[in-house]
């Protein structure tokens, strides 16, 4: 409506002067200028008839600023339309803005084009071959989108604090287009059958259940990386090849990554991406360590076909073509680019002064197991695994690529980054070139509340990581003096580099002592009213909260381990908290997906959704999905019998979601899913959560003076707050928290509480509010009325299992 209202002004204007316009024929050459004067409104009229019959029609507008593009097209659906090259003359259309040209097929579901510039020469194409359904679609900057890219998105992106995340292996999801389908290389080996293909769900299988995700009442999802792989097993993303680029497999013909972050905003969801700065896959990386180059045309199945080793490599193995490369030996292949990339032979140091072997130093020369320990500072200089190739992050020159290559993605519209293998970089290094570059790029697009966490995996249930402070978790989260940071040069050379490392080094030396570390009262409240944050010596990237994760075995041990680490965090109300991920469980059963039982999960999700952080489920949690499988054991097992199994059958079906754990009219699997006990609880959880802001932005206090109990705590925020629909007030939003345990709170305002959980009503005259014991899996959220509460009653949605 909004494209037919833009349209329809415009041929009020014109209609008393124009009728039917006809494309002229004009030299490829003609000056953009010229062309503004002729307007095609035929066109513009088709766009208006398309949209009042209701008819399939394909709108295709391009930007182009510096010549006048034609469409060339073939292979229509339903009835087949074709021109000639070149092309036919696009027209230019005002509407849209400025340098935008419009063609509309009519009566049309499917069409194949590309665009031109109107000349005979195959060098004028402006475009690759593409394909388009019914819609209407913007291209710019070589994608297309399913929405004008120069008209503001009216998302509001709020505090992270403010969201709950649900977490997705992308490709483990959902499947919504199975024309993209694709095996891993080393699927066989897994024994993936062709009905489970390691490529199988996609992004537009996640837009798909958008509205699944929202019924739950989560408004932000993490995505495993997004960034094109090359590797035997790359279906999770993490063994890149090109930074810079967005793995085809991902996409459909109608549907790209710019539409699902577009789509997700409309929602009111955001995407949180995936990143890893730490390395690359092993096949290089096609703009730092151009190797091989993939086919994306070719067998993506077949390694030997799409994979193209360069020259470079042909000419160090001595071989002349691709087929006699893969005629060596698997082990030499692999030793052989090994070496090109990160000279491994013989390894003395960090830092190469060979001129073929790593001869611009964008990689640690450091192979895996070559005197690695992986609880010092060794595992930061060192290849962690065959499939990840540690970069040179002392380098500037990697740095800079990765910092341009990742704000791209904050150009499309993301909204946030888990920034993977964050251990394996020192602290240093990211302070100097990574953390406030990302977020003065983020600002630099409008968004103030960009956020990152880290994965400083550190499996260990203690605060101090093996008593080594710069290995531990909380570690990462502040920034370091300038002093410090003066040691890393900004200058590319061998000699620079060498002293880069060196000094990264003695950097992780001296930080060993868990004395004299840093502490911060920012997730404490000071008494019982809520502090101004000093952020002055914040890195600027949160992190996952391996400590509780660790100890998420039992929610007593989560929460006791959480108030024993918080001061040594810049703010914990910024860390992410799971109980298990793609990755591990906790401590007693890390390999497996979480098996605890469900009263231990519904305990623990009511401490993870009250308590400060920012609580995170991993896809198919709400159901136990996989409990007690192994989440991860590589090609040597098919992934349906892992805790990455495809989740997709779980959630076939629809839902009208009518706000956040609002939702009417599920139906198939979807709708039993959402019932499941688990899925109810989450909903709840989540609603109460977002219906109080001391729940989100608040600090807390346990202290004796105003708390005692077992798991129990009050939570309060004073201050601006700005919802998700962008409109900003002052609140003090202030909550008594029990969970499972009784509690008495001493000490606090006077008024009428309310519990979140039963609606339960409580006058305060004396400043002590009790609460009885409710069980595992249950709790009390009492809040606080006043003029800025909005609880006024019981919050979400009732048949609970446990929380009643």
Sequence with gaps: MKKFSRVLALLMCLALMLSVAVISAQAADEDVADVAAEADVADLSADVDAAQTGADSIIIHIKSTDKVPYIYYWNALPTNKETSYPGVKMSLDPTQGSNWYTYTFTNTSKINLLFTDGTSNLSGQLSKELTRNAGEWWYMNGRFRSKNPEEADDYTCVDMRQDSIYFVITTRFFDGDTGNNVHCWADTQANNPDSDPAWRG?????????????????????????????????????HAINFKMVDPRYESDDFTYDDLIAAAHEKDIKIIQDVVWNHTGNFGEENLEPIFTR???ADQANVKECMVPTKKLLDYCGVSTPEEYYALPDQTQYDKRLQVMKETRGFTDYVSTDPVCNSNNYYHNGYFGDGMNWDDYTCKFHQIAGDCVDLNTENKAVADYTVEAYSEYIDRGVDGFRVDTVRHIPRLTLNKWYNDRINAAAKANGNNNFRMFGEVCCRYNQIWYRDNASESVQFYTWDDSAT?????????????????????????????????????????????????????????????????????DDAHNAYGSALAQDQYNNDATYNVTYVDSHDYAPDNEQKVRFNKGTNVWAENLCLMFTFRGIPCIFYGSEIEFQKGQIIDEGPNRPLSTTGRAYFGDNIEGTVNTTGFSQYNNATGKMATTLNSTLSKHIQKLNAIRRAVPALQLGQYTTNSNYVSGGMSFIRRYQGPYTDHNGTTKTVDSLACVSVTDGATFKNIPNGTYVDAVTGTKKTVTNGTLSVESTGQGNMRVYVLQNSSSTVNGAVGPSGQTYLK
């Design 202 to 238: 996609d992004f537009k299988g996640l837009a798909d259940k958008l509205d699944y995700i929202k019924a739950l009442g989560f408004s932000a999802i993490w995505i495993t990386p997004v960034a094109a792989n090359a590797s035997g097993y790359d279906y999770h993303g993490y």
């Design 295 to 297: 086919d994306w045309d």
């Design 484 to 552: 410090d940071l003066s040691k890393l040069s900004d200058n590319t050379d061998p000699a620079s580099i060498k002293k880069n490392i060196d000094n990264a080094i003695t950097f992780c030396k001296n930080h060993i002592s868990c004395d004299g570390q840093p502490t911060s009262q920012n997730a404490f409240l000071n008494g019982i009213n809520y502090r101004t944050p000093d952020y002055s010596r914040n890195s600027g990237m949160g992190v996952i909260d391996f400590t509780m994760h660790w100890n998420f």
